[in-house]
């Protein structure tokens, strides 16, 4: 399978004090919820976070995963992404999902996957909403890799993916879970009256 970077250094900044990646998702915190159906594929995990001694941290380290510290997270996105890919080591792709994508599970990372899997020579092949939205989870061919050096700010890898957008191949998903994150206590409230989780 492919290596999965699971991007979970962000600060909750909307939370109101609350970190979302610790929120419970089917009683488990949605971070190790995420991290543990990365594990189940089989592919190396690893989980861009701030420091070490972070609260999510401890929520993970007793999982077979690799724990990415990027101190440029304070930067925004852009320094995460950049931090963390620098970090991995080679392969031919790998595969990239935030950490705040509630309904992104094993199924979701598996079948975008087997989609790269199936198309080796596209640059990026991503998950997307039924109605063609592209979201996550994203496998970027190593040809790619060397963009993530430039990224900066908290734009995140829109001016990577953006020249590419021709050559994407898009992972249809159920509804919308390609891009379903909850950002605020409302939202997180609105998602559990609504699924019931």
């Excluded at 991503?126 to 060397?146: C, E, L």
Aim: proline share 7%; glycine share 12%; charged share 20%.
């Amino acid at each position: 399978m492919i290596p999965i970077l699971i991007l979970a250094a962000g600060r909750s900044a909307r939370m109101g004090g609350r970190d979302k990646l610790l929120e419970t998702v089917d009683g488990v915190p949605q971070l190790r919820r995420l991290a543990q159906a990365a594990v189940s594929l089989g592919g190396g995990v690893y989980v861009a976070l701030p420091h070490t001694d972070h609260p999510r941290h401890s929520i993970i380290n007793d999982l077979d995963v690799t724990v990415l510290v990027v101190p440029d997270a304070a930067e925004g996105m852009g320094g995460t992404m950049r931090g963390a890919v620098a970090q991995l080591p080679q392969c031919a792709r790998f595969m990239m999902v935030l950490g705040d994508l509630v309904e992104i599970g094993a199924d979701e990372m598996r079948t975008v996957a087997h989609a790269a899997l199936a198309h080796p020579d596209a640059p990026i092949v991503r998950g997307a909403t039924q109605s063609g939205k592209a979201g996550h989870p994203i496998v970027f061919h190593d040809d790619v890799r060397g963009g993530f050096a430039h990224l900066k700010g908290d734009t995140g890898g829109e001016e990577l993916v953006r020249p590419l957008i021709a050559k994407t191949v898009l992972v249809p998903l159920p509804n919308d879970v390609a891009r379903l994150d909850l950002d605020t206590p409302q939202d997180w409230a609105d998602w559990r009256t609504k699924t019931g989780r």
